[in-house]
């Protein structure tokens, strides 16, 4: 029995608001770039604000980020890092941010986050 696919965004207009000009991970301006699900939508992730990040999909020199992310070259939690310093003034999406990699990280990534956002 086939499933029809999910569309892979649910939340065009919430993509839209938080889609950067350059990559959040490397820097790049000016290349192609595309939203990426930290953790995905297949995966049981939510399109929220803290779990959307934008990463490069075409560089010159390199394998672009979002390739990288995909293949999980990147380490998950670098990525929480950057959006808990993006978010740190929005306590409700931080709280949703730590409510669900409590679940999904390990214990040592999850104390990491958790001092990254308190500020230790």
Known sequence: MKFAKQSRIKNPELVRE?????CQY?????????????????SGGPDAKWNLITLCELKFGGQPCHDRAQQYKIPR?????????????????IDAMLEY??????????????RAIKGR
């Open 18 to 22: 938080y889609r950067q000009t350059y």
């Open 26 to 42: 490397c820097g790049v301006m000016g290349v192609k770039l595309g939203n990426h699900h930290i953790f995905s939508r297949g």
């Open 77 to 93: 939690i670098e990525l929480l890092l950057i959006k808990a310093r993006q978010l740190k003034a929005e306590q409700e999406e």
């Open 101 to 114: 990699c409590f679940r999904k990280l390990s214990e040592a990534d999850y104390n990491r986050l958790e």
